[in-house]
């Protein structure tokens, strides 16, 4: 392991009390040289405390009873640790982990609030999807559909470098792959399903076979609703969600795009007009 990935990338497990520990530098490098080799855990008598680090499952446990904590790996997303996150991901397990926490830290407030600027998205308060995460279904299938892309390695490199450095570049190179940021209106009612579940095949209206998405957040007004009324002239308590959308189609119809693939769509995001 080079001492440029020891200094990204940083291992913890979760106490009892719910805190984070670090593992020494010692151990950290035991794990992730492992991970690195793609073995499926470390063994206990390489480590202190007699203890097994199972990489599968990124949970670790005595040795001599069947207690577990939770594994984190962290990585340090300045533009510096991206070569050396690279270089760490040699494995397809592994480089999934990094994609998944790449798009979890996208869509974090600050982060996301930064991409919302550079769309010129007027004041809003941002509610992050609560339920992202591996076990989420839209997350996992959009994660799978990064990974079997015939651009995945291109389009990692793009997510790795919108949640490394969140400019107008590394938004333009995500558009450049074909991976979107994009609106979607709708009754706020439903937004939390959504956020949830996704966009459901069986809710597409009026015999349309795909889902419809505004390039521009003005045009995704047009479709939110509050009590099933529509917006009059201040758009003010006006909902509207955030996607992440692959590979969109783009209909005749200005500012808007179509995706048919529920796998290609994650719901990132609500966000208010204030």
């Known amino acids: 392991m080079t001492s440029e990935l020891t200094?990204?990338?940083?291992?913890?497990?979760?106490?009892?009390?719910?805190?984070?520990?670090?593992?020494?530098?010692?151990?950290?490098?035991?794990?992730?040289?492992?991970?690195?080799?793609?073995?499926?855990?470390?063994?206990?008598?390489?480590?202190?405390?007699?203890r097994v680090v199972d990489l599968q499952t990124m949970k670790q446990r005595k040795w001599w009873s069947n207690e577990e904590e939770d594994i984190v790996i962290e990585i340090s997303w300045s533009p510096e640790s991206l070569q050396a996150a690279e270089a760490f991901s040699g494995m397809l397990p592994t480089r999934t982990k990094i994609l998944e926490m790449a798009i979890l830290r996208i869509t974090e407030e600050k982060l996301l609030s930064k991409?919302?600027?550079?769309?010129?998205?007027?004041?809003?308060?941002?509610?992050?999807?609560?339920?992202?995460?591996?076990?989420?279904?839209?997350?996992?299938?959009?994660?799978?559909?990064?990974e079997n892309d015939r651009s995945a390695?291109?389009?990692?490199?793009?997510?790795?470098?919108?949640?490394?450095?969140?400019?107008?570049?590394?938004?333009?190179?995500?558009?450049?792959?074909d991976l979107y940021i994009i609106f979607h209106g709708t009754n706020h009612n439903l937004m939390d399903n959504i956020l949830k579940n996704g966009l459901l095949p069986n809710f597409r209206g009026l015999g349309r076979m795909e889902d419809w998405f505004g390039l521009d957040y003005r045009m995704s007004l047009h479709y939110t609703r509050s009590r099933n009324q529509m917006p009059r002239e201040c758009h003010s308590g006006c909902k509207l969600l955030v996607f992440m959308v692959l590979r969109p189609d783009f209909p005749s119809y200005a500012y808007t795009a179509t995706s048919c693939v529920s796998g290609?769509?994650?719901?990132?995001?609500?966000?208010?007009?204030?």
């Open 7 to 50: 200094m990204s990338v940083s291992v913890y497990h979760r106490r009892k009390d719910g805190a984070l520990k670090l593992y020494d530098r010692k151990t950290t490098d035991l794990i992730l040289d492992a991970a690195a080799r793609g073995e499926a855990s470390v063994s206990f008598t390489k480590l202190l405390r007699r």
């Open 115 to 146: 991409v919302l600027d550079l769309k010129r998205v007027p004041l809003r308060s941002i509610r992050p999807n609560p339920y992202l995460g591996r076990g989420h279904g839209p997350f996992d299938s959009f994660v799978s559909s990064l």
């Open 264 to 274: 290609n769509q994650l719901p990132l995001a609500e966000l208010t007009l204030l």
């Open 153 to 177: 390695k291109e389009l990692y490199d793009a997510a790795l470098q919108l949640a490394s450095d969140p400019t107008d570049s590394a938004v333009g190179l995500l558009q450049t792959m």
